[in-house]
């Protein structure tokens, strides 16, 4: 099948200097909303804060992460010559040289130019899936120049043989590098597809929406009969779902009864237009056999609260729908109308048996409003209520590899303002979970999310895929609406009116 432009989007060429880069919006038809923007220099910033990037392979949803270990420092490439003319302007025809990585950090690589030798004053950051990046030997096959960069062109007096010692059986970039980042950037989802959502507004309704923007793998969704109300989400998110998800599971949703109709009649009849997301586009859930034991209404179990991710906090199960779906209430919510209630899955890892944070020794927010020292045991009298049995929940009965360590630096995505991807660090480890601190915010907007979420990303991703990263939060940017925004927030948890999201 021939690719269409949806489907594969390439890589944004961009213009790149010691950690400075500009870039051009590459999304080849992707319209991107978002303002193209120099690309934050995050050479820079490792040194500064003298750390570190989570490495490419630790996101099985990134681009490249299963083959991202084999790109190793002393490795061969060809890049763009940056230092070919006095007047950038001048220069007609791009010119390459050849370089080797110095270290990687996510995406990106220190490089230093071949002839540099020991100095480092020339070494630069360059996203290793730029489109000026090649492995050794592509300038030769496809008569592109290469020539040494003019501050050094005078070092070596015989290049070719120099170039032959360094790289006669040196390792260069695998195979078909270019054609696998454009591989797996394909997303099946494309613009115009309807989807059922999560309302932003009232988290316990789902809603109609059109997806409007695909930008790696996420996807911006309008809300239908709105003047452009939308949410960003990943594809694999469990908070979109196929057309007709609601009827059959028992959700509320908020639609016309045009659509409801309409929707009840697709899935019963297993045809769909051909704008509608069908089944096979979404993550897959285990479906719970009907003697397997499942959730049941009035458990207590432990949950990142969905609306103010930097508590977890005791829960309760609320109506249980079908296949293994149900609605969860976070304790000490005032919300009386069951509006902030959301709906998690048998197999959410955003969920957990109780003590789960004792045994982790991680703090458990208790209900807002509960007064003395908080015990489950105690608790469980006092609500005269049941825990849910510990071999229901996934991340005990699947228990996996959490591969972070505190201080890495990553990308993330504010998940209370999903449409922003921002500069993050981790900050704690707990099981298989990872306590997210963006860079210059406080500990308000801290946010626990999974190890495997597919909403944090290796450094470079924004960059790779065209999408505007969040710099760190400069002090001086603390203005009042900021302040306002933070001091209401803490009158909110006295109040004991949850966040939402934006
Ligand atoms: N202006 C909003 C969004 C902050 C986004 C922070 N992201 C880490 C606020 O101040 O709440």
Redo the contacts with the bound molecule.
């Keep these: 099948m021939a690719a269409t432009s949806d489907e594969i989007v390439s890589v944004p060429s961009l213009i790149s200097n010691n950690g400075n880069s500009s870039h051009t919006n590459g999304n080849n038809g992707l319209t991107a909303s978002v303002d193209p923007i120099a690309t934050f220099a995050w050479g820079n910033y490792l040194k500064t804060t003298n750390s570190h990037a989570a490495p490419v392979s630790y996101f099985h949803h990134a681009p490249l992460h299963n083959m991202w270990a084999q790109l190793t420092p002393g490795m061969k490439i060809e890049v763009i010559n940056t230092d070919c003319g006095s007047n950038p302007s001048e220069i007609k025809e791009k010119v390459f040289w050849f370089a080797f990585i110095v270290r990687v950090e996510g995406y990106l690589a220190l490089l230093r130019y071949e002839g540099c030798e020991d100095d480092s004053s020339m070494d630069f950051w360059y996203n290793l899936c730029n489109k000026d990046v090649h492995c050794v030997g592509w300038c030769g096959q496809n008569g592109v120049k290469l020539a040494p960069p003019r501050t050094i062109e005078h070092r070596q007096t015989d290049w070719k043989t120099f170039l032959i010692n360094k790289l006669v059986g040196s390792k260069t970039l695998p195979d078909n590098f270019r054609q696998k980042i454009q591989l797996s950037l394909r997303c099946s989802f494309k613009r115009n597809m309807i989807v059922e959502v999560i309302d932003k507004y009232r988290v316990s309704n789902m809603r109609v929406g059109k997806i409007t923007e695909v930008i790696g793998g996420r996807l911006k969704i309008n809300y239908e009969n709105t003047s452009g109300e939308h949410f960003w989400v990943h594809h694999t998110s469990e908070l979109i779902h196929p057309v007709g998800w609601s009827h059959m599971i028992g959700h509320e949703l908020e639609a016309t009864d045009e659509y409801k109709t309409e929707a009840a009649k697709m899935v019963e009849m297993q045809t769909y237009p051909s704008n509608v997301a069908t089944v096979d586009l979404f993550h897959h859930v285990q479906i719970p056999a009907s003697d397997d034991e499942q959730f049941k209404e009035g458990q207590k179990l432990e949950a990142v609260d969905p609306l103010e991710m930097s508590r977890i906090c005791p829960a309760t199960v609320g109506k249980v729908l079908k296949d293994g779906y149900f609605m969860l209430s976070i304790d000490g919510s005032n919300v009386e109308d069951g509006s902030d209630w959301f709906c998690y899955h048998l197999s959410s890892r955003l969920i957990f048996p109780i003590n789960f944070c004792k045994l982790n020794n991680i703090p458990l927010s208790p209900p807002i409003g509960y007064h003395g020292d908080f015990q489950w045991n105690k608790y469980l009298l006092e609500t005269n209520s049941v825990y849910a049995p510990q071999d229901l929940f996934q991340i005990i009965k699947k228990k996996t590899i959490n591969p972070f360590s505190v201080g890495m630096k990553i990308e993330a995505v504010?998940m209370m303002?999903p449409h922003?991807v921002?500069v993050a660090t981790i900050a704690e480890v707990a099981d298989s979970l990872i306590r997210i601190r963006?860079d210059g915010?406080g500990e308000d907007?801290e946010q626990w999310i999974d190890c495997q979420s597919p909403n944090i990303y290796p450094i470079g991703w924004c960059e790779l895929v065209g999408y505007k990263l969040?710099p760190p939060k400069q002090p001086e940017q603390e203005n009042s609406e900021?302040v306002k925004?933070r001091t209401k927030k803490s009158t909110n948890r006295k109040s004991n009116k949850r966040k939402r999201l934006?």
């Design positions: 504010d303002a922003l921002c963006f915010w907007f969040e900021s925004t934006t």
